[in-house]
């Protein structure tokens, strides 16, 4: 991975930090709503197989994790609850369209079925 793209996924992550605030106060188990950017290092932005994208979704998760209040030293329960909320849904899908890695999409829409923020958005109309 480039340097270039180590501060993509950074900033990339930072929208989590964005959305988490908003989001938790609505729903979510966070306890304080204060803003922080998770930084991943080597993140694959774009793997070759679905094994690699489901390595690199299940990294964004745990940042989402931690972005939306919750962590993956947190109990299954409030680690459910945080993947429940919209922080963690719409954080996961916006992050997955920055990126916009087909593989990475194809892994995402398999195993949370959708594709995308904006798909998630025209779904509730």
């Not at 932005?45 to 972005?67: C, G, I, N």
């Not at 996961?92 to 398999?110: C, E, N, T, Y």
């Amino acid at each position: 991975m480039t340097h270039s793209h180590l501060r993509a996924a950074v900033a990339m992550l930072a929208a989590f930090a964005l959305i988490a605030p908003a989001s938790a106060r609505a729903r979510g188990p966070v306890a304080d709503a204060s803003v922080h950017a998770v930084t991943l290092r080597h993140l694959d932005l774009h793997p070759k197989s679905r094994r690699a994208a489901q390595v690199t979704l299940a990294r964004l998760s745990d940042a989402a994790l931690e972005a939306c209040g919750a962590s993956s030293f947190s109990l299954r329960e409030v680690q459910a609850d945080a993947k429940a909320s919209m922080c963690w849904r719409d954080g996961m899908a916006d992050v997955v369209d920055r990126i916009g890695d087909p593989v990475l999409a194809a892994a995402f829409a398999g195993r949370h079925g959708r594709t995308s923020l904006q798909q998630s958005a025209g779904a509730g109309s």
